[in-house]
Structures are given as structure tokens and as C-alpha cells.
């Protein structure tokens, strides 16, 4: 406003002091619009002072809403976990058994076939045609054949009357004998004619998951050309991985104890997790332990087999095995659920409500992974508060507003734990069962949608 004032009376100031002869109307024009100026600077400082009553109002913003979850304690069991690699159970490449080029392709690359399944046809014509020559060639030999064999049974009726001499009746018994093994090997020309004509349409060789064709329509191949495919079994598959020598004793000496205790040892409990972080929904079974250890890595190869019906499991695919070690001992530790683990460059943390509602961060030993949630060796207690959604609002030793989780996921681990053991009490009955289901589940596909 002083500035204001300043710039009102200089300018004033200067009209005062014009020539007389300007007129009084024009002294009026030019005061006109600097009279407004007063009014526009207090409107403005009236706004400015009504802007800092607001901010003065508002203060600082409330603490960020937060779910919570109490720390739990639970039964572990022991697992050792390996790092393995999927394998599929059955691999075998697609080739053609003559020579020709391919006329077409029945097959989408990358989809289930089924053994039997029709995948290329060869261009049939030349094979027609030498199968019929080949026909041709053997009428001409069976003709032969009867020609000389009548020749031979008059030769044999004349002899011994002495009207045919003994040279010309060997001559004509080795005409018929010759006869005959040309009809033969007519014959076998038309029957391997036959074979090759029939390997122009090659079928699926399994059933399992077809890869990229490597010729396209109109190639020339052969049986010494590479592959024209590859189909790989991927249901069950295999999942490979090493054990040092000393563990496997250690999982041999507990199966033995849970054989004897009336468990199937062929059902141990083994997961398996998956790149994305995320649990193999089916477990699977150890299918061969080899014979020997290896002296360079001190370990023992060992192969597991996991069902995959939903095809989620892919050849060459990284996987970390998770093996339960039965007859070890059940141990009472805190479990965390995953969503409340973060990382950064000093370990794994939580963050801790305490009874101020004030958010601290824990560094944390965890264990072995049970479901969603992980084991904690050391860091946390049971019956301590934890956040397990909403974390990225949470700012370490400022105040939040906890919420009590709507998840449980304690729960749902008890639960998941209770169908494995129902699972591992069923038996073979349960798994004829599930075998009967993917059985059906595959007529159901087999059947053409214009027939439904």
C-alpha cells in the first residue's frame, strides 16, 4: 500500500504541475483511472490474508490409514529347498521317413497335440505313382509265374514217356523256381511301396505340446533334414535338481521312519515355487534318486515329478524345490505373512505398530517359506503388530492409522495344511480319481464342437 501511495502522489505531483493551459476535462482523464489503484491493492492483500487463514486452519494432514495383522506362531516343519529346473518326461522330434516336399502343415505351433494327431503330409503323387509301377511289375510277375508253372507240370507229365529230355525239365523247374521268387520280390516292391506312401502323412508321434515348425509349406525334406519339430510331454513333467550327499541321508533315514509309521513314501511333500514368486498349486513326488554322487559338486541328482494340467510348468523353466522333511521336529515360530516382508539394501523389514501407533522398522532372519507366509528366526515376537497393506504410505517413526486386516491368512494356512493331510490320507484312491477327471476332461476335447 506505501508503494501505492508513493506512485499515486509523484504522479500527482507532475499533473499539478502542467501548463494552465490544459484543461480541467483532461486533468479529470488522467486522474480517472490511477484512483482505481487503491481499491485493486487492497482487494489483493484482503485475498492474501484469507489464503494464510485457510493454510493456518488445515495444518498438517492426518496419519495415513495402514491394515494390520498380529503375529502368530505356528508348527514348522523342516524343508530344505534346492534350486531345479524343469524337465519334460518325454521329447521327440518330429522327422520324415522319405523324401519329398511337404504339402501341408495340420498343426498350430505351440499347441497340444494327441498321439495319432495329423502334423504334416508329404506331396503323395511321386509315391503313387511308383506304387503303381510297383503293381504293375508284380501282376507281370504273378503272369510269369503261372506260365512257368504250367510249363514245368507238362514237363513233368512228358518226361517219363521220354518226349522232353532231362536238360530241358531241369530247365524248366528252374523257370518256375525263378518265377517265384520274382513274384516275391514283387511283392515286397509293392509292400514297401505301400510303407513309403503312407509315411508321406506323419502323425503325432505322443501327445504333448508341438514347437515351431522348422520348414514351411512347399520345403523339400528328407529323412537326413533336421527336425520338423520337436513335441514335448509336459504332463506330468520332471523337475531336476541336486542334494548334497549329507541331506540325502538325512531325507532317507526319514523316509524309512515314515514308512514304517504307515505313510505312502511314495507321496512326499514336495513344492515347488515358481519365478514370479508365486507356489505350484499341485505337489509332487520324488521319481529318481540316482546311484552315485557326483565328485565334482558333492551332490546326488534327484528328479521329481508334478503333475501340470494347466500346462503352467515349461521346459527349461527355473524352479525352486521345496522338499519336507518328514520325522523332523515340529518347532512352535512366529510367521509373517509375505505382504508385510520389504526389502532394501540392509535385508528383509517390517514395520512394527506399537501402542502409540507409531510405525518402527524391523529388520528380520527369516526361515522357510510356509504357504504365504514366511517363518521368522529372529526380529519379531508373537503377539506384535505388523503392517501388511498399505505400505507405501508408511514413513518409519511417523504415526499411522492402523485397521485391523480383513485377511487372515493364519487361517487359510491351517486350512490349506488340513487338505494335505486329507490329500496324504485319501491315497491311491484320490489319485485314480483325479486321473479319471483328466481322462474325461481329454474325451471332452477330443470331441469335435460340430458334434456337441
Not at 8 to 13: D, K, L, P, V
Not at 285 to 292: E, G, R, S, Y
Not at 422 to 445: F, L, T, V
Amino acid at each position: 500500500m506505501l508503494i501505492l501511495a508513493l506512485i499515486i502522489a509523484g504522479r500527482t505531483n507532475y499533473i499539478l504541475g502542467m501548463s494552465s493551459a490544459v484543461t480541467g476535462r483532461v486533468l479529470l482523464l488522467m486522474l480517472k483511472p490511477f484512483s482505481l489503484l487503491p481499491a485493486i491493492a487492497a482487494v489483493i492483500l484482503l485475498a492474501l490474508a484469507a489464503c494464510s487463514d485457510r493454510g493456518d486452519q488445515g495444518g498438517e494432514p492426518p496419519p495415513p490409514p495402514v491394515e494390520v495383522l498380529v503375529v502368530r506362531e505356528q508348527p514348522v516343519i523342516p524343508r530344505f529347498e534346492y534350486v531345479g529346473r524343469v524337465q519334460a518326461t518325454d521329447e521327440l522330434n518330429v522327422r520324415p521317413r522319405v523324401e519329398g516336399n511337404i504339402q501341408g502343415r495340420y498343426f498350430e505351433e505351440g499347441s497340444l497335440v494327441k498321439e495319432g494327431e495329423l502334423l504334416y503330409e508329404i506331396d503323395p503323387q511321386p509315391f503313387i505313382a511308383t506304387l503303381e509301377n510297383r503293381r504293375a511289375a508284380e501282376s507281370r510277375a504273378r503272369a510269369a509265374l503261372e506260365v512257368a508253372e504250367r510249363n514245368f507240370r507238362r514237363g513233368r507229365e512228358l518226361a517219363p514217356q521220354g518226349f522232353i529230355s532231362k536238360m530241358t525239365m531241369d530247365q524248366l523247374e528252374g523257370d518256375f523256381e525263378q518265377a517265384q521268387a520274382n513274384l516275391k520280390a514283387a511283392v515286397a516292391d509293392v509292400n514297401s511301396a505301400e510303407l513309403n506312401l503312407s509315411y508321406t502323412k506323419i502323425y503325432a508321434p505322443l501327445t504333448g505340446r508341438i514347437g515351431r515348425s522348422s520348414f514351411p509349406e512347399g520345403a523339400l525334406v528328407g529323412p537326413q533334414s533336421e527336425p520338423l519339430a520337436m513335441i514335448l510331454n509336459t504332463d506330468p513333467v520332471w523337475v531336476v535338481f541336486e542334494v548334497p550327499e549329507d541331506r540325502i541321508l538325512s531325507v532317507q533315514v526319514a523316509e524309512a521312519r515314515r514308512e514304517r509309521a504307515g505313510m505312502r513314501p511314495e507321496r512326499r511333500d514336495i513344492r515347488i515355487e515358481l519365478p514370479d514368486g508365486s507356489f505350484y498349486p499341485y505337489p509332487g513326488t520324488i521319481a529318481f534318486v540316482d546311484n552315485k554322487v557326483n565328485p565334482n559338486t558333492g551332490s546326488v541328482a534327484v528328479r521329481a515329478e508334478f503333475p501340470n494340467p494347466d500346462q503352467l510348468l515349461i521346459q527349461g523353466q527355473f524352479a525352486r524345490v521345496s522338499v519336507r522333511v518328514y520325522g523332523g521336529q515340529e518347532q512352535l515360530k512366529p510367521l509373517v505373512p509375505q505382504s508385510a516382508v520389504l526389502e532394501d539394501m540392509q535385508g528383509r523389514y517390517v514395520f512394527v505398530v506399537d501402542e502409540n501407533n507409531i510405525a518402527h522398522r524391523r529388520y528380520l532372519k527369516l526361515g522357510q517359506r510356509e504357504g504365504e507366509l514366511w517363518a521368522v528366526e529372529e526380529g519379531l515376537k508373537v503377539g506384535e503388530t505388523v503392517i501388511v497393506n498399505g505400505l507405501q504410505r508408511v514413513i518409519a517413526e511417523q504415526p499411522v492409522t492402523p485397521q485391523s486386516s480383513a485377511r487372515n491368512p493364519y487361517e487359510e494356512e491351517r486350512k490349506r495344511k488340513a487338505a494335505e493331510a486329507a490329500q496324504e490320507k485319501a491315497g491311491p484312491a484320490a489319485d485314480e480319481r483325479r486321473a479319471k477327471e483328466r481322462s474325461e476332461e481329454d474325451r471332452q476335447r477330443e470331441i469335435p464342437s460340430d458334434s456337441k
